[in-house]
């Protein structure tokens, strides 16, 4: 989906510049399965709340059991893209995210991968050796059903002239 | 800040419900150092990129140095708002988070904490049970500088009639 600059075939590991993308291309990552005990421990750490920690508890909450803390799934999120083909140069550096939604909760068993959108790709006005490329990343589980939708802005290097 | 119901004095740590939160009021988290081993440890599971793993070759990325992933600073806020005195009835639930900004980065040994302000407070329409409170939570380092700002929704309880 992504063009080919100057005839050379790449890698979809080689590293992606901002002509190299395009409103409408999509990259998908690998799975991850969330061990229970890897739930448990980022609550501890992060969000020690009872519905994360505890199936007793969980079984009391508005979940009915427990689930993932959302920023675990974001957490994982972030390790899926990462580790994808969707590889920019420099990195994937988020300048920020505009809209999060956790349509349903994450169990522990549930596999979780990501499929990101292109949705917008800006050269700054301001920087003429970078832009902005906005991406929308939805989070699956092994149902195919969303559990976290995001858009985030990230910076994404020109090449040099 | 809060209105006090019916005459009686209320602990901070009592949890609140949504006739409790006004728009205008603010909670203040306690505060926590980024330590540099958890800093990397976070990385390293979720987010491996080198200007959150290695100085040397964070060193030679746009930071400039090492750096903690964006997530890790949403998660250790959300650890800050978890045991602070912003105790919500039935717990912290994100519905969704409509904007996060990383206005500048986290450093190891920042330290970081919390400030909450509320928004909005809006009964459901569906549910006469709950409503909707918008609150948003700054992060600011030691120089009282924001590394994160998000304004997220949060599901919060009213009180049996």
């Given at each position: 989906?992504?063009?080919?600059?100057?005839?050379?075939?790449?890698?979809q590991?080689?590293?992606?510049?901002?002509e190299?993308?395009?409103?409408?291309?999509?990259f998908?990552?690998?799975?991850?399965a969330?061990?229970?005990?890897?739930?448990k421990?980022?609550?501890?750490?992060?969000?020690?709340?009872?519905?994360?920690?505890?199936?007793?508890a969980?079984?009391?909450?508005?979940?009915?059991?427990?689930?993932?803390?959302?920023?675990?799934?974001?957490?994982?999120s972030m390790?899926?893209?990462?580790?994808?083909?969707?590889?920019i140069?420099?990195?994937?550096?988020?300048?920020g995210?505009e809209?999060?939604?956790?349509?349903?909760?994450?169990?522990?068993?549930d596999?979780?991968?990501?499929?990101?959108?292109?949705?917008?790709?800006?050269?700054?006005?301001?920087?003429?050796d970078r832009?902005?490329?906005?991406?929308?990343?939805?989070?699956?589980?092994?149902?195919?059903?969303?559990?976290?939708?995001?858009?985030?802005?990230l910076i994404?290097p020109?090449?040099?002239?």
């Amino acid at each position: 989906m992504r063009p080919i600059p100057m005839g050379a075939e790449m890698s979809q590991k080689t590293p992606m510049y901002l002509e190299d993308l395009t409103v409408g291309q999509t990259f998908r990552s690998d799975t991850l399965a969330v061990e229970p005990g890897r739930l448990k421990a980022f609550a501890a750490e992060f969000d020690p709340q009872p519905f994360h920690l505890d199936e007793a508890a969980a079984a009391n909450s508005l979940f009915g059991g427990l689930v993932a803390s959302g920023w675990q799934t974001a957490a994982i999120s972030m390790g899926l893209m990462v580790r994808s083909d969707f590889k920019i140069a420099g990195g994937l550096i988020g300048v920020g995210v505009e809209a999060i939604r956790w349509p349903r909760p994450v169990h522990p068993g549930d596999v979780l991968r990501v499929e990101s959108e292109i949705v917008e790709v800006r050269p700054s006005q301001g920087n003429p050796d970078r832009g902005v490329v906005r991406v929308r990343n939805t989070t699956l589980n092994q149902h195919d059903q969303p559990v976290m939708i995001q858009v985030a802005s990230l910076i994404v290097p020109r090449r040099r002239g």
